[in-house]
């Protein structure tokens, strides 16, 4: 299975996994048995970590794939590696499913996702994309995609508590410096200073959505377990940097 997929991520993958692409549906069936094998037999099916590392790699791009019907697919996975990492952690259990590095880095996708995917929730007048049979379709594939996007902030922001609250002061701070840089701007026509500000908007949200769902998550964390005062102090120190 690792290695079809493999071979799928080969040779312009954005055309042909896209849609009517000639391996769309193929995709669609090689992501879904991924998803279902590593969701219950990843360990035992590929008990060695060369192999775990090239199945877990190839799920990564299919996530960061740029259609999104193929790439919200692979999310079920990551979604369930990291609620497992998450609970891991929560119960005091020594080290997540997932190593750290993982974990950093689809907190980063996620919040990249969230911006790039312009996951806002669709208004009537919003183009819907020509794969989607109706406006309806449309919206509720998009909430399902940002709901799914946040719980996999939210679980990494368990598993990783200090980084996500960084990486939320990081975000806040540059889409408000972006806001700022679209509001002063002298663009040259009117359509270029409306795309700037659909752009600064799409980060503001972006980076909203990324940082409800770190600050309850790790508000939740604290208050469910025992933590010393000094850590206690820690983390509500960081939480007023962050608001």
């Keep these: ?12 993958p954005e055309e042909r996994l896209s849609f009517e692409g000639e391996d769309e549906e193929f995709a669609f069936e090689v992501v879904d048995a991924m998803v279902e094998l590593g ?4 360990q035992d099916a590929l008990p060695d970590e060369a192999g775990r590392f090239a199945f877990l790699e190839h799920m990564l791009s299919f996530a960061k794939h740029s259609y999104m019907p ?45 911006q790039q995917r312009n996951c806002k929730v669709p208004q009537l ?14 919206k509720e594939f998009i909430t399902a995609y940002r709901q799914r996007l946040s719980g996999i902030v939210r679980y990494s922001a368990v598993a990783l508590p ?38 600064a908007r799409g980060a503001l949200e972006a980076a909203a959505v990324f940082s ?14 025992a933590l010393s005062d000094e850590a206690k102090m820690a983390r509500k120190h960081a939480f007023c940097q962050v608001l």
């Design 39 to 42: 969701r219950t037999h990843l």
């Design 70 to 114: 193929l790439a919200s697919r692979s999310l079920g996975l990551w979604y369930k590696l990291l609620q497992e990492s998450a609970s891991s952690v929560a119960s005091g259990g020594q080290r997540s499913v997932l190593p750290s590095e993982a974990v950093l880095f689809l907190m980063q996708l996620a919040a990249e996702q969230l």
């Design 1 to 12: 299975l690792t290695q079809v997929a493999g071979e799928l991520l080969k040779n312009n």
């Design 162 to 199: 200090d980084q996500a609250l960084h990486t939320t002061a990081s975000r806040l701070t540059d889409a408000i410096s972006q806001a700022k840089v679209a509001t002063n701007s002298m663009s040259a026509s009117a359509e270029a200073q409306s795309e700037t500000m659909e752009a």
């Design 125 to 138: 007048d919003d183009e819907v994309p020509i794969y989607f049979d109706d406006f309806e379709e449309f």
């Design 212 to 225: 409800e769902s770190t600050v309850k998550a790790v508000w939740d964390a604290v208050n469910a377990k």
